[in-house]
Structure formats: structure tokens, C-alpha cells
């Protein structure tokens, strides 16, 4: 009964070794964007572009249901070792809390990839995890409850704006990828 259980259970979050190369590229590409790009325009979320962006084409990209979930958790995991941003290993969480939500949004609307308003939505939504994200590690260092609402929801907004954006440049790249028969 327990071999039976666990050949169902590898069976179900088995990944081929293509779409394994594909998630690591996204997650690697990602971090690697964000080196090179290491642009500091003060504008609250404009990371939120290439996060969203990568994490949104791994899931558009693959079969997995947890696409995006696991290119996020590689790419947190890069760029904890990078050092970026001043939230160390809370930067796994942040990546991740993203790639949950666009996982939940594929999963929900399976046509999302090849709609632009739909895209739209679920990139929004995963940006707006920036809220409680920031909120918590400003809530961790000791900042007043008002200040912190008030500047976690800046900082929000700005990434959903970011977000957006990197979300609606995912239908056109998944459907070009598909047309050079990239990915099924």
C-alpha cells in the first residue's frame, strides 16, 4: 500500500528533465536581470517587472502546477546568496509568496497565458504581495503601524504597476515560443 501511494505521489510531481532546465534558466535569467540591471531609479517596485516577468514565462512555459513556485524558490534562494535587497533569507519568502500566487492563478484560470487582461489580473495580484511582505519585515524592525500601512501601501502600489507590466509582456513571449515549437 505505501509503495503504491508513494509511485502515485513521485508520479504526480514528476518533472521532465527539459522542463527542469527551463525552470532553473527562468530563476537564473531572473537574479542574472536583476545584476545587470542593478538600476537604482528610486521608484518603489520596479524589481517587480523581471520578477513577475520570469516567474509568470516558467509557469506559462511548462506543465507544472508548480512551476513558478519552484523558479521562485531557485531564485530566492540565488539571490539571498547574492546578497540582494536588506531582507536576507526573508527574500526566499518574497519570491515565493509571488510564484505562489501566479501558481494559484494558472491553476485557476487556465487560459491565462493567452490572455492579456488575465495576465494583467494575476500579475497585479502577485505583486500586491509586496504589501504584506514589506509590512512584515518593517513590522520585524520596530517602525510605527502607521507609517509602515502608509509605506507598504506606496510601496505596493508601485509594484503592482511594475508587475503589471512584466505580466502583459508574458502572452505575447509564450505564444512566440510556441509558434517555434520552444514549448507545447
Known amino acids: 500500500m505505501m509503495t503504491r501511494l508513494s509511485a502515485r505521489f513521485c508520479e504526480k510531481f514528476r518533472l521532465p528533465l527539459k522542463d527542469a532546465l527551463f525552470l532553473g534558466f ?7 536581470t536583476r545584476v545587470a540591471l542593478r538600476l537604482h531609479l528610486h ?4 524589481a517587480m517587472i523581471i520578477k513577475v516577468f520570469f516567474l509568470m514565462l516558467a509557469r506559462g512555459s511548462t506543465p507544472c502546477l508548480y512551476g513558478a513556485s ?18 536576507g533569507p526573508l527574500i526566499i519568502v518574497k519570491y515565493l509568496v509571488t510564484g505562489i ?3 494559484a492563478g494558472a491553476f485557476l484560470l487556465p487560459m491565462l497565458f493567452r490572455s492579456y487582461v488575465l495576465c494583467a489580473l494575476v500579475a497585479g495580484a502577485a505583486s500586491s504581495t509586496k504589501f504584506f511582505t514589506a509590512y512584515g519585515i518593517n513590522a520585524l524592525v520596530g517602525m510605527d503601524p502607521v507609517v509602515n500601512l502608509q ?3 506606496l510601496e505596493a502600489a ?7 507590466a512584466g505580466g502583459l509582456m508574458v502572452p505575447m ?4 515560443l510556441k509558434a517555434y515549437d520552444v514549448i507545447k
Open 26 to 32: 527562468c530563476a537564473v535569467f531572473a537574479v542574472l
Open 43 to 46: 521608484i518603489s517596485g520596479h
Open 70 to 87: 519552484f523558479t521562485a524558490l531557485l531564485a530566492g534562494t540565488a539571490a539571498m546568496f547574492l546578497g540582494f535587497a536588506k531582507a
Open 101 to 103: 500566487v501566479i501558481d
Open 151 to 153: 509605506r507598504s501601501l
Open 158 to 164: 508601485g509594484a503592482v504597476v511594475f508587475g503589471v
Open 173 to 176: 513571449v509564450v505564444r512566440r
